[in-house]
């Protein structure tokens, strides 16, 4: 299987334009690892268009941003990319790491994927809404979303799904502890909300298959 | 089954959210500002998503409780 990486971007609500844009990160670490990849955006992000890439590229690592549900993963306007039971044979074999609410309790558990990481739960994201229209900007997402892109990053890197999963859980914790025990940048009004969302997100966080899997 | 002191201590910690904040529950909740979440909550016995915020505050101080 050729070292590529498949990853969607999809941009249709706040919420996935955020995944996406802080996602791009993903994309530069793995052209800087020599690592061939397939970023589909926006409109592209449909069934089709994805299946197609899957079959005709064959990524060993493919990182999926969206919505989703237990059993699903959801592209573009919600369209069901990948779902349990249906067309999950397309995740054989290659290393998944789904930013999506839920997949990885059905779809992440069920799936033959070489190595699956994904959440088993509500993937919460705390925004400034006034910077919706710059995502990056938004420093207020920035311990949420910096935790849980470590994971694909180190993949993109050539680190092991193991070591990456075990990574983004390190990170999840250090925000926890330094937004706990010391100042930030944040209100300890805000605290009283981020904290349980940024440590629900740690915890619903999952692996599944096998850990020293690599790109 | 939410305890009604479960829900008035999450409500309590989310009427300090700023006015300019909002959270994104995914694709079931949507993007929802400061009240919206307490309404939610309000009914966490009957709706998920006031469910699923009660647990993952819950989660958290007892997690802040055993450090």
């Known amino acids: ?215 | 089954m939410v305890s009604s002191s479960e829900i008035e201590l999450v409500i309590a910690r989310l009427r300090a959210m700023p006015d300019n904040a909002m959270v994104s529950a995914g694709i079931g909740g949507g993007v929802m500002g400061r009240e919206a979440l307490i309404e939610h909550v309000k009914n966490a016995n009957k709706d998920d998503i006031g469910k699923k915020i009660v647990e993952a505050h819950m989660s958290y101080l007892r997690s802040v409780g055993r450090a």
């Open chain 1, 1 to 215: 299987m050729p070292r590529t990486m498949l990853i969607t971007l999809p941009d249709f609500d706040v919420t996935v334009s955020y995944v996406s844009a802080w996602s791009e990160e993903i994309i530069r670490a793995a052209e800087k690892n020599g690592i061939k990849t397939v970023p589909v955006r926006g409109d592209g992000v449909t069934r089709s268009h994805v299946t197609s890439d899957i079959k005709s590229k064959n990524p060993s690592f493919i990182a999926f941003n969206g919505h989703g549900s237990e059993t699903c993963i959801a592209g573009q306007n919600n369209e069901p990319l990948i779902t349990l039971g249906e067309n999950d044979g397309l995740l054989d074999s290659r290393i998944i790491h789904a930013l999506t609410c839920s997949s990885a309790s059905g779809l992440g558990r069920g799936c033959k994927a070489r190595a699956f990481i994904g959440y088993d739960g509500i993937f919460w994201l705390y925004m400034d809404n006034n910077k919706t229209s710059r995502p990056l900007s938004d420093m207020k997402v920035r311990p949420i979303l910096e935790s849980a892109m470590e994971a694909p990053r180190q993949i993109a890197k050539g680190e092991s799904a193991g070591n990456a999963y075990a990574k983004s859980q390190e990170t999840y914790q250090k925000f926890i502890d330094h937004m706990t025990l010391s100042s930030s940048e944040h209100t300890a009004e805000e605290l009283q909300v981020i904290l349980p969302f940024l440590h629900s997100n740690k915890e619903c966080q999952k692996i599944f298959g096998d850990r020293e899997a690599r790109i």
